[in-house]
């Protein structure tokens, strides 16, 4: 293992990118390598068997492409959906309304079930839109990181296979996977898609979705060519599943080196310890560190419900009387940087931290009380210099 230490820096607690390891950042300073090298493909190989590990599948097939975890949309709406077809999506914030704007622009006719600002998606709203209309899928953001907001990826199968049970059940985890439970087969989950920059503590860039056997069998089962080019799981199938098998297959260049970050990401959060499932218990307990904080300093939280509250994130509304540059700005200056709101009819009521990654699996960092210590220290000046003003 190298030696190789970061230089300081500010401290990234926004909700993706987050901060990562020396030693991925270090494997993205791999020396340049062909894509079809004999070193590189079982690199590849096992970075699709080590996604499988993390959402607890053991036959989806996993697409690890270069793009942004947005690109996870296309490949969904683009590969799944026909113009026509109709789709349920759940929406919880500013990303079910984008998913909902990308499965429209493939021609799919969507359904919204929306929660209230600061909610999830009701149980019983779904049931009943899902026993009025036959849905090709039901697709959901699992955590959206405009608000939050968590969504139970559980529950909401298990509502799909009981009511509708033909129904595919895509799950968007970019702000969920690697900080959040999600098992893919008990579950009976048929996609997830995700990036490489949240909970899965890699530099952004990476695509990363995971298509279950029943998915597969609806792509196969199209009546029309797939609506995109780069997209098509006709394209990414045969590459994927080269690798896995030891062999080099080419359709696009993949991003080599981030592939070498992710690997060794990968192998932290499958093989080394705390464990994965150690590491869900730590996301959790840092996650009622920051909220139990948050609440002493009589702030509130965005999510009116403590049961829909992410674990790898937290939203907060600003107290009476101070907004975004009285705080932001002042975080900054104690080296820790947060977000702003996001949500476009209440992005400037609230901001944003993110607890995800190494700044949880590794207490010893002290990334928590980093956070809470600044934002302590922030919030009493900016009363400070409102009262003196």
Request: overall charge neutral; hydrophobic content about 40%; aromatic content about 8%.
């Amino acid at each position: 293992m190298s030696s190789f230490k970061q230089e300081p820096h500010k401290l990234l607690v926004i909700p993706g990118p987050i901060e990562v390891a020396d030693e991925v950042l270090y494997a993205n300073a791999h020396p340049s390598m062909s894509h079809m090298s004999a070193d590189f493909v079982p690199v590849l190989g096992d970075c699709i068997r080590m996604t499988r590990e993390v959402l607890y599948t053991t036959t989806a097939q996993p697409f690890i492409i270069a793009g942004s975890g947005t690109f996870g949309w296309d490949q969904v709406a683009a590969n799944l959906t026909e113009p026509g077809d109709s789709v349920l999506l759940l929406n919880s914030g500013y990303f079910g309304d984008n998913f909902t704007e990308c499965l429209r622009a493939y021609g799919a006719e969507v359904d919204e079930v929306r929660a209230n600002f600061g909610a999830a998606a009701d149980l019983g709203e779904v049931a009943k839109a899902l026993n009025a209309k036959k849905y090709k899928l039901l697709a959901f953001t699992h955590v959206d990181t405009s608000t939050g907001v968590l969504s139970d990826a559980k529950a909401i199968a298990e509502t799909v296979k009981r009511v509708s049970p033909d129904t595919l059940v895509v799950v968007d985890g970019v702000c969920s996977v690697g900080s959040e439970e999600i098992r893919f087969d008990a579950w009976g989950i048929d996609v997830v898609l995700t990036a490489s920059q949240k909970g899965l503590g890699t530099p952004p860039g990476l695509s990363i979705l995971v298509a279950g056997q029943r998915a597969i069998k609806a792509y196969e089962a199209r009546t029309r060519p797939v609506a995109s080019y780069y997209g098509s799981w006709k394209k990414w199938i045969p590459v994927m599943q080269a690798y896995e098998k030891g062999s080099a297959a080419y359709f696009a260049t993949p991003p080599v080196n981030l592939i070498y970050a992710y690997h060794a990401s990968l192998t932290q959060i499958t093989k080394g310890s705390p464990s994965l499932e150690e590491r869900f218990a730590l996301h959790r307990q840092a996650s009622k560190r920051v909220k139990d904080a948050v609440a002493a300093l009589g702030l509130k939280q965005l999510p009116f419900d403590s049961a829909f509250a992410a674990n790898g994130m937290t939203a907060v509304y600003f107290p009476e009387g101070i907004k975004a540059s009285d705080i932001v700005p002042r975080m900054l200056q104690k080296d820790v940087v947060i977000a702003g709101g996001i949500h476009k009819d209440h992005k400037d009521e609230y901001f944003r931290i993110g607890h995800m990654g190494i700044t949880v699996a590794n207490p010893e960092r002290g990334d928590i009380d980093k956070i809470i210590s600044a934002l302590k220290e922030s919030l009493a000046e900016a009363f400070a210099s409102k009262k003196s003003a």
